[in-house]
């Protein structure tokens, strides 16, 4: 199921991307670690949705240990840059007022997420 689905039947933006990644990649990370991320982490600051993709790369690009060299890094700056660059900022709060809304944002970082074969 894609995550614009899942937030249409009420996960938040961040759980929505977990429970796509799960779909997608037949993985079962917990939704519940994205619960206190939606609407910018219930304040309007980063976007929900962009804190979920991140996570999603960490966990299944991060390391494990301090030997290990820091590849997600790189991802998300993609990921984050990708977002400003398509919409200008990562503030929840300030895409709403662009009228830009969490839909949008979802289905981006689902999309995303896709195209950079995790």
Not at 10 to 39: F, H, K, Q, Y
Request: net charge negative; glycine share 12%.
């Amino acid at each position: 199921m894609k995550a614009k689905e899942h937030f249409m039947e009420g996960l938040n933006c961040c759980e929505a991307i977990i429970a796509s990644s799960n779909d997608n990649l037949n993985t079962s990370i917990p939704i519940s670690i994205g619960s206190g991320m939606g609407g910018g982490m219930g304040v309007g600051l980063t976007c929900g949705a962009i804190t979920g993709g991140n996570m999603i790369l960490g966990i299944l690009k991060g390391r494990n240990s301090l030997e290990e060299n820091n590849q997600c890094k790189i991802q998300v700056m993609e990921l984050m840059n990708s977002v400003l660059e398509k919409y200008g900022s990562v503030n929840c709060m300030e895409l709403r007022a662009k009228g830009i809304d969490c839909n949008e944002i979802v289905e981006f970082i689902d999309e995303y997420l896709k195209k950079v074969n995790i």
